[in-house]
């Protein structure tokens, strides 16, 4: 059994908002996704770092959802800034019991086992997303619990961490985060979140004992990172 990551598939078969209009590497994604899981096997399990679909509601989001319900292997998702489809976690299962979707499950104040090791993670913050102070304040607490209580839910696991934002870019980081992940132990954080020109701000490398990859869709020409 392989561990894969990827982020950022942007999906929009239940909307008219595909992302082939931006042209370049999102050119036939869809079609390059397909190609890029076909390494994947129906043992291995894949993360999904957010994004994963346009869709307003789960109803919405129902053919982005069969199509990576489709996709072989097990996958893990988060939530992601564009996944208005979010309510609770809760909801999300019972839609995927309702539709026959039963190989993903969702990353969310909780942990995966791994052979060894704990997936964890969470959506993570970002400056450009605030709207006040107080409104970032709020959202980054939020997303520090969430994200420690996937940390120690992992017990005495190496811990990989999964996020949607970037905790750190070139000329900035979310020093909450990081200092939470250097607390645990964390060797390794894999972020998607950035795009095109804005891949260029991406830090990847070791800060702090942790090694940063970014791993959007584009960013990895739609192909899974294998990871162990």
């Known amino acids: ?7 950022d598939l942007h999906l929009s078969f239940g ?10 590497r999102w050119e036939n994604y869809t079609d390059k996704l397909l190609e890029g899981f076909s390494t994947v096997g129906s043992d291995d399990t894949t993360v999904i ?6 869709g307003m509601s789960l109803e919405g989001a129902k053919e982005d959802f069969l199509f990576i319900h489709r996709l072989p292997g097990k996958k ?27 190989s993903i499950e969702i990353l969310n104040n909780n942990c995966f086992a791994y052979e060894n ?3 964890c993670g969470t959506r993570g913050w970002f400056y450009e997303e605030s709207k006040s102070e107080e409104h970032d304040k709020k959202i980054l607490a939020r997303e520090l619990m ?9 017990q005495d696991r190496e811990k990989l ?3 949607h934002y970037p905790p750190k870019l070139v000329n900035y980081e979310r020093t909450e985060l990081l200092d939470l992940m250097e607390a645990y132990g964390v060797k390794n954080c894999w972020y998607g979140h950035l795009h095109s020109g804005g891949r ?20 990895v020409q739609f192909i899974p990172q294998k990871i162990f």
């Open 15 to 24: 909307c008219d908002k595909p992302m082939d209009v931006f042209g370049g």
């Open 161 to 163: 961490v999964f996020l």
């Open 1 to 7: 059994m392989s561990l894969y990551v990827i982020g």
């Open 76 to 102: 893990i998702i988060l939530k992601g800034n564009h996944d208005y489809w979010w309510t609770t976690a809760s909801q999300a299962y019972r839609f995927f019991a309702e539709n026959g979707i039963d």
């Open 146 to 154: 969430r994200l420690e209580t996937s940390l120690k839910a992992a």
């Open 200 to 219: 260029a701000l991406a830090f990847e490398g070791v800060a702090r004992g942790i090694r940063f990859h970014l791993i959007s869709a584009d960013h």
């Open 117 to 119: 090791y704990a997936i």
């Open 49 to 54: 770092c957010g994004d994963l679909s346009w």
